[in-house]
Nanobody, 119 residues
Framework: QVRLVESGGGLVQAGGSLRLSCTASASELNTWTMAWYRRAPGSQRELVARITGGDITNYTEAVKGRFTISRDNAKGMLYLQMTSLKPQDTAVYYC?????????????WGQGTQVTVSS
């Protein structure tokens, strides 16, 4: 079982910045792909950014150049640095870890942290 706890959400004005953190209680964290998803009101959950165990990253087009995902395996942490925030970034942000190992796929989710961007 993996426990994920997000923090760092809040209310910010458009153009501002926030840094989300996720504490992951997983052994061999470097074997997990870690990601941030978000769910805006009335919308489905969508991938924001993903980082593999080898630090390969990918981002949804809407956040490229504004958000940066990073991880610290030794500390069991995942981060999302968000800059130039827009009202359309308002959503609940979720931390996710996933891996496929020995033929078994596993994925875990945090409870989410609210990010609200005012115009």
């Amino acid at each position: 079982q993996v426990r994920l706890v997000e923090s760092g959400g809040g209310l910010v004005q458009a153009g501002g910045s926030l840094r989300l953190s996720c504490t992951a209680s997983a052994s061999e964290l470097n074997t997990w792909t870690m990601a941030w998803y978000r769910r805006a009101p009335g919308s489905q959950r969508e991938l924001v950014a993903r980082i593999t165990g080898g630090d390969i990253t990918n981002y949804t087009e809407a956040v490229k150049g504004r958000f940066t995902i990073s991880r610290d395996n030794a500390k069991g942490m995942l981060y999302l640095q968000m800059t130039s925030l827009k009202p359309q970034d308002t959503a609940v942000y979720y931390c996710n870890v996933a891996r496929a190992r020995f033929g078994v796929s596993s994925a875990y989710w945090g409870q989410g942290t609210q990010v609200t961007v005012s115009s």
